[in-house]
T-cell receptor, first 114, second 113 residues
Framework: AQSVTQLGSHVSVSEGALVLLRCNYS??????LFWYVQYPNQGLQLLLK??????LVKGINGFEAEFKKSETSFHLTKPSAHMSDAAEYFC????????????FGSGTRLLVRP | DVKVTQSSRYLVKRTGEKVFLECVQD?????MFWYRQDPGLGLRLIYF???????EKGDIPEGYSVSREKKERFSLILESASTNQTSMYLC????????????FGSGTRLTVV
């Protein structure tokens, strides 16, 4: 079955440190890939997406992600964490059987220490 | 700004009540989805709809039904609410092409007592 794996349910970084949230997926066809962010008691907001073209994609709030087909990965990074980045982050991949359906990872909660 | 609007942010209902959660989108999206979100379990798909009056079961449809009479509105119905349906419910919509991803509503936190 198709899957999305986010390594680490919780990641803790210091303010100003590099943020790295990992996402690996399975797909038998070229996927669409997404990262979403969820702040407490809110819905999910699109951070960035990869559909075609350049494999390094930039999103909102200084985040970026790189699609690596050989590694089936789409890791999310930010050079310098800010306190406001504390949230839960979800990786998602388009379903093989219908591209408009997304398969979500289980989420990674990012904690930012002062 | 385009939006997905969920009618209530917080709801408290009694066990056995019939509960309606409403979701409206103004983006002319073909597809609409209902998820529930619980700590440690991520997002779980309840139902989705790819057209008016069309619906398909997701991963956890038991105890739920849906209605889509108009393109912009997708309702989730808890036929007889139970305490194990206490959760955050998220509605989303998308285009049929899929490459834009989902747009989510703000969520409804339902408590069944």
């Amino acid at each position: 079955a198709q899957s999305v794996t986010q390594l680490g349910s919780h990641v803790s970084v210091s303010e100003g440190a590099l943020v790295l949230l990992r996402c690996n997926y399975s797909s038998s066809v070229p996927p669409y890939l997404f990262w979403y962010v969820q702040y407490p008691n809110q819905g999910l907001q699109l951070l960035l997406k990869y559909t075609t073209g350049a494999t390094l994609v930039k999103g909102i709030n200084g985040f970026e992600a790189e699609f690596k087909k050989s590694e089936t990965s789409f890791h999310l990074t930010k050079p310098s964490a800010h306190m406001s980045d504390a949230a839960e982050y979800f990786c998602a991949v388009s379903a093989v059987d219908s591209s408009y359906k997304l398969i979500f990872g289980s989420g990674t909660r990012l904690l930012v220490r002062p | 700004d385009v939006k997905v609007t969920q009618s209530s942010r917080y709801l408290v209902k009694r066990t056995g009540e019939k509960v309606f959660l409403e979701c409206v989108q103004d983006m002319d999206h073909e597809n609409m989805f209902w998820y529930r979100q619980d700590p440690g379990l991520g997002l779980r798909l309840i139902y989705f709809s790819y057209d008016v009056k069309m619906k398909e079961k997701g991963d956890i449809p038991e105890g739920y039904s849906v209605s889509r009479e108009k393109k912009e509105r997708f309702s989730l119905i808890l036929e007889s609410a139970s305490t194990n349906q206490t959760s955050m419910y998220l509605c989303a919509s998308s285009l049929s092409t899929g490459n834009y991803g989902y747009t989510f509503g703000s969520g409804t936190r339902l408590t069944v007592v």
